[in-house]
């Protein structure tokens, strides 16, 4: 079966979170970036391989862990004006928000 393209982008943003996650452990030894970005790469495959069988409760997932991420990076971005990595992960998260509404309001 082929990937629909809001499972494609969610594998990219899952990816992207759990690569950033990495990243911050391998430069800072930033232990609580590797869990969280590996916590949130595995909710948002999770949310990826749901979409398909049960698009409502993907959709509302993915809008509770995007707008938390959103909420948490776009917090810290303020504070510290980081662009990298409060900035992008804040605004792709919104971004990915936006996605999982939209796709919550197509399934009902």
Known sequence: MESSMSQKFTLVYASFLGAGGLVGYLKGRSKISLVAGGGSAALFYYVSAELP??????????????????????????????????????????????AYLHGLIRSS
């Not at 993915?62 to 917090?75: E, R």
């Not at 004006?81 to 990915?96: D, H, I, Q």
């Open 53 to 98: 069988r049960n698009p409502v409760l993907a959709s509302s997932i993915g809008i509770v862990g995007s707008v938390a991420l959103t909420g948490m990076m776009g917090s810290r971005y303020l504070r510290t004006r980081k662009v990298v990595p409060a900035g992008v992960v804040s605004l792709v998260s919104l971004v990915m928000t936006g």
